[in-house]
Nanobody
Framework: QVQLVESGGGLVQAGGSLRLSCAAS????????MGWYCQAPGKQRDMVAT???????NYADSVKGRFTISRDNAKNTVYLQMNSLKPEDTAVYYC?????????????WGQGTQVTVSS
């Protein structure tokens, strides 16, 4: 079992920046994928960005060039630097941890952190 603790959400004006953090603890697999997903009211949960334990990254088209995902394997922590935020980025952001080759739904989820971008 992996536990995830997120931090860093909040309220920001359009064009501003936020940095999310997610620390993992428990049964950490050495080959894994950590990622961020967002869910707006009434919508499905969508992938924002993922990063493997080897450092390979993947981004949703809507955030490419604005968001950067990174991780510190020594601290089992993943970060999401969010720049040039837009009102449509408003959502609850969830951290996910899964085995490499697994699917997010079968991984572990954080409690979620609210990001609100005002226009």
């Amino acid at each position: 079992q992996v536990q995830l603790v997120e931090s860093g959400g909040g309220l920001v004006q359009a064009g501003g920046s936020l940095r999310l953090s997610c620390a993992a603890s428990g049964s950490i697999f050495s080959s894994n994928v950590m990622g961020w997903y967002c869910q707006a009211p009434g919508k499905q949960r969508d992938m924002v960005a993922t990063i493997t334990s080897g450092g390979s990254t993947n981004y949703a088209d809507s955030v490419k060039g604005r968001f950067t995902i990174s991780r510190d394997n020594a601290k089992n922590t993943v970060y999401l630097q969010m720049n040039s935020l837009k009102p449509e980025d408003t959502a609850v952001y969830y951290c996910n941890f899964r085995r490499y080759g697994g699917i997010p739904a079968l991984g572990s989820w954080g409690q979620g952190t609210q990001v609100t971008v005002s226009s």
